[in-house]
């Protein structure tokens, strides 16, 4: 009996590759980074009306955005975050919101930004919280609420945004909406100049930075105790 139940596991090991949809490929070429093969793959399928249009629309989203086997084209980008958005994904929302936030591959729209970031950050998206905490600081929408801004930004940098690790920061050190904190603005800026920078490089260059020159002002005890907070900390899961 365990030789053939050895036996059909090798069989079906064996025959699985050879039931591997377009899907499978294209999200396994996706993965391994051959960009290439996966936009050619993907961008017919995101078309499709099905269970897998969202996730294949997401990552020809990013695709567009960064210029993954295919030209940059911020337009296209957003087109297919709003498809995935329309379909419910909280990712697309928060990306989609962060378009319209900016200005960038469709007209900045506050009510627009609002709207997308809020479906995602109902429903714990750190992106879409990060963008509302902007937004905020901003006065994009609304007045400008530095408090409702730290709320934000404190939710998503809970979770590991790297963007939202450097705006609380920001109010830590200044005092903004929060009382001014050395140690915690210290931790923020240290633990967003580790972020990848991928939807901002120059972001994790400018949290060292303001980390170095904050370290400046502190006493040795308040630098230590801050760099213990950047040892403990772990992203929540949402």
Do not use: C
Not at 110 to 119: D, E, I, L, P, V
Not at 128 to 147: F, H, I, K, R, T
Not at 157 to 184: F, H, N, T
């Amino acid at each position: 009996m365990r030789f053939i139940t050895l036996l059909t596991v090798l069989l079906l090991a064996t025959i699985a590759p050879a039931f591997a949809t377009p899907f499978d490929d294209g999200m396994a070429a996706y993965k391994s980074g051959d960009w290439a093969k996966a936009f050619e793959i993907l961008k017919p399928l995101a078309a499709l009306d099905n269970s897998q249009s969202t996730v294949v629309q997401l990552r020809l989203a990013h695709m567009y955005e960064r210029g993954q086997g295919t030209p940059k084209d911020l337009a296209a980008a957003a087109k297919w975050f709003q498809k995935a958005a329309e379909r419910g994904s909280p990712t697309a929302q928060a990306h989609l919101g962060r378009l319209y936030r900016l200005g960038t591959g469709v007209p900045k729209d506050a009510g627009q930004a609002g709207r997308w970031s809020m479906k995602g950050a109902s429903q714990g998206n750190p992106i879409a919280q990060s963008n509302l905490g902007y937004m905020a600081l901003e006065g994009m929408g609304g007045p400008v609420d530095a408090a409702g801004a730290a709320g934000w930004f404190k939710k998503a940098a809970d979770q590991g945004d790297g963007s939202a690790m450097m705006g609380l920061a920001g109010l830590y050190e200044q005092g903004r909406g929060v009382a001014k904190d050395p140690v915690q603005a210290r931790k923020w800026y240290v633990l967003a100049s580790v972020d990848d920078g991928e939807y901002d490089a120059e972001m994790p260059v400018r949290a060292k930075k303001a980390a170095e020159a904050l370290a400046g002002k502190m006493t040795p005890a308040q630098i230590a105790q801050a760099d213990k907070l950047v040892a403990e900390f772990k992203p929540a899961k949402r």
